[in-house]
T-cell receptor, first 110, second 116 residues
Framework: TQLLEQSPQFLSIQEGENLTVYCNSS?????LQWYRQEPGEGPVLLVT?????EVKKLKRLTFQFGDARKDSSLHITAAQPGDTGLYLC??????????FGGGTRLMVKP | GAVVSQHPSWVICKSGTSVKIECRSL??????MFWYRQFPKKSLMLMAT?????????EQGVEKDKFLINHASLTLSTLTVTSAHPEDSSFYIC????????????FGPGTRLTVT
C-alpha cells in the first residue's frame, strides 16, 4: 500500500513570507497532483506533474517533482491570506484512482 | 465546465435514521464517481468507486451494507448512510471522472453530516 507523507502538517506564517511544503511517497508516483482545499469545500486541482525533475509554476506557486518521482515540493512565494487552506498531494494511479497524503494545513496571517 | 454538485450541503439526522447524499455532474457525463469521507483536520479517505450501471467497489474497511451507493445514471450517484451513528458524522465528498478521458477528478463541494 502506497503511503504519502506530507510535511509539515501545519504551518502558520505571516503575509509576505515564503514557504515550502513537501510530499514523499513510499513508492514511485504514477502521476502526482497537488490540490488546495478550503474549509467546507471540495479540493481543487492545482497541478499535475508526471515527469521526474519536472518544475511547474502557477503564479506564486512553484511545484517540483523529484528525479526519482517519489517526492515533490510546493513552494509559495510572498504568501497571501488567500493562500490559506489545506494542501494535499495525491497520486493519480491507473484508472484515475487517487491516493491522498495527509495534507499540510497552511494559515497565512495578514 | 466539469462542475460537480452535491446535495444537501449539510444535514443533521438522528441516530438510527438513514440519510441520502446526491452527487451530480452538471455539464458532463461521468462513468465513474468516487466517494470520500474526511474527518476534521484530516485528509480525504476513499470510501468507494461508483461505476454507472454496476455495483460499487468499496475500499477495505468500508461497510457496503452501511454505505449504500447507487450510480443509476451517467450524471448521478447517491450515497445512503443507513442506520447512522454519531461516529458517521463527517464531511462526505464526491468526485467524478473528468470528461474527455483526462486523468482528473472533479470534486463536489462536500456534504457535512452530523448525527445526533
Amino acid at each position: 500500500t502506497q503511503l504519502l507523507e506530507q510535511s509539515p502538517q501545519f504551518l502558520s506564517i505571516q503575509e509576505g513570507e515564503n514557504l515550502t511544503v513537501y510530499c514523499n511517497s513510499s513508492s514511485v508516483f504514477s502521476s502526482l497532483q497537488w490540490y488546495r482545499q478550503e474549509p467546507g469545500e471540495g479540493p481543487v486541482l492545482l497541478v499535475t506533474v508526471v515527469t521526474g525533475g519536472e518544475v511547474k509554476k502557477l503564479k506564486r506557486l512553484t511545484f517540483q517533482f523529484g528525479d526519482a518521482r517519489k517526492d515533490s515540493s510546493l513552494h509559495i512565494t510572498a504568501a497571501q491570506p488567500g493562500d490559506t487552506g489545506l494542501y494535499l498531494c495525491a497520486d493519480n494511479n491507473a484508472g484515475n484512482m487517487l491516493t491522498f497524503g495527509g495534507g499540510t494545513r497552511l494559515m497565512v496571517k495578514p | 465546465g466539469a462542475v460537480v454538485s452535491q446535495h444537501p450541503s449539510w444535514v443533521i439526522c438522528k441516530s438510527g435514521t438513514s440519510v441520502k447524499i446526491e452527487c451530480r455532474s452538471l455539464d458532463f457525463q461521468a462513468t465513474t464517481m468516487f466517494w470520500y469521507r474526511q474527518f476534521p483536520k484530516k485528509s480525504l479517505m476513499l470510501m468507494a468507486t461508483s461505476n454507472e450501471g454496476s455495483k460499487a467497489t468499496y475500499e477495505q474497511g468500508v461497510e457496503k451494507d452501511k454505505f449504500l451507493i447507487n450510480h443509476a445514471s451517467l450524471t448521478l450517484s447517491t450515497l445512503t448512510v443507513t442506520s447512522a451513528h454519531p461516529e458517521d458524522s463527517s464531511f462526505y465528498i464526491c468526485s467524478a471522472d473528468g470528461p474527455g478521458g483526462d486523468y482528473e477528478q472533479y470534486f463536489g463541494p462536500g456534504t457535512r453530516l452530523t448525527v445526533t
